[in-house]
Every structure is written in C-alpha cells, then in structure tokens.
C-alpha cells in the first residue's frame, strides 16, 4: 500500500515548484526540464490543480501557471483527496455490502483511529510548511 501515489508525488513537486518561483509564471516544459516529470503525466497533473482551482493557467504567449491560493491555504491532505479520493486503510466488506461485524470489529476501530490519526497529520502539513 501507498499512501502518497505517484500522481500525488507529481502533484505536490509541481505546486512546490511553483511556490518556489514566487509570482513569476512557470511552464509547463520547465517544469518538465527541472522537475524531471513525464510531459504527459504533468500536464494531466496540472489540468487536475487548475480545475480543482489550486493553480490558475493561463495560454498563449507568456502563459503558464501560478497559485490560485496561498501556500499557507494549500495542504497536503486536499492534494491527497484530489488525486488519490479519500483516504481509507481499509474497507471491510461482504459481497459488496457493510460488513455485519463493522461495529464490534476491534480491528477495524483501530484502523480507524490510525486513519484519524493519519488524516489529522496531513490536515496540519501545508505547502508553505513544507518548503520551510
């Protein structure tokens, strides 16, 4: 198990990057050139942060990209939920449906509160603090 995907990964340099330059605007194939990220894989990455409105584009000539909010504003777990959905540990199931024992599982309120620890770390870890 992962629990910081590759797209995630790609994510988080090219927000880190942008950070990095300040307001300056920053393309697509810098980044690729400084960042070593697939053309590809990064420019899906991007499309998903502007449409998710963490990063604003602009095209033509002088186009590329810039936050659309403040690094103080962006943490790692909204970057987690855009790519990767919600993080869940695990998912007990039968058939398809609620396990019966969800309830009384000892198991399964544990991995619970490891996922509520989880989830409340990369709610407390933003942009602005990684680059610190």
């Known amino acids: 198990m992962k629990l910081i995907t590759r797209d995630t990964d790609y994510a988080l340099r090219a927000v880190s990057y942008i950070v990095k330059n300040k307001k300056r605007v920053v393309t697509a ?19 998903v942060l502007s449409k998710k409105g ?8 002088g186009g ?7 690094p103080e504003k962006i943490y790692l777990l909204d970057i987690v939920r855009v790519f990767q959905g919600p993080l869940k540990l695990n998912e ?17 309120r544990r991995i619970g509160r490891i996922e509520d620890h989880v989830i409340g ?9 990684l680059l610190r």
Do not use: D
């Open 92 to 108: 007990c199931t039968l058939n398809k449906k609620k396990c019966p024992l969800v309830r009384s599982c000892a198991l399964s």
């Open 64 to 70: 590329g990209f810039i936050l659309a909010l403040k």
């Open 121 to 129: 770390e990369l709610k407390s870890v933003t942009v602005a603090a």
């Open 29 to 47: 194939a810098e980044m690729v050139g400084e960042l070593k990220i697939p053309r590809p894989f990064l420019r899906k990455i991007l499309q």
């Open 54 to 61: 963490i990063i604003s584009s602009s095209k033509g000539r």
